[in-house]
């Protein structure tokens, strides 16, 4: 990956969703060689105030060759219809903040948690 500021996306999809409900990210991940001050997650915000974040998952930074499952709950705001998820990455203590190594992600599903 190199260099690439931290706040960033790297990556965002909009999801429909309905207001005061709560729900479960689920996906699959699996890295190699992660070196970075900034390891990456996956966050659920607010679609119509992005730095508004509703939920995340654990920092992305184990090493391992198996996929691992990982998950996370939000629950959105009286009338919320969108939230963005995004993969981005934890602040740097220090600048420029670069990251090496792979990153796999599969299998994104939501679901509503009754």
């Given at each position: 990956?190199?260099?690439?500021?931290?706040?960033?996306?790297?990556?965002?999809q909009l999801l429909?969703?309905?207001p005061r409900k709560r729900y479960r990210v689920k996906f699959g991940v699996r890295t190699e060689n992660i070196v970075t001050g900034g390891l990456p997650l996956?966050?659920?915000?607010?679609?119509?105030?992005?730095?508004?974040?509703?939920?995340?998952?654990?920092p992305m930074g184990f090493e391992g060759t198996t996929w691992?499952?990982?998950?996370?709950?939000?629950?959105?705001?009286?009338?919320?219809?969108?939230?963005?998820?995004?993969?981005h990455r934890k602040p740097c203590i220090s600048v420029p903040c670069p990251i090496f190594g792979s990153l796999w992600l599969d299998?994104?599903?939501i679901e509503e948690v009754k």
């Open positions: 990956m190199g260099y690439s500021e931290p706040n960033s996306a790297l990556l965002s429909l969703v309905e996956i966050s659920i915000n607010d679609a119509r105030v992005k730095t508004k974040v509703l939920g995340q998952s654990t691992q499952l990982m998950s996370f709950d939000f629950k959105t705001d009286q009338g919320m219809e969108a939230v963005e998820l995004r993969l299998n994104f599903t």
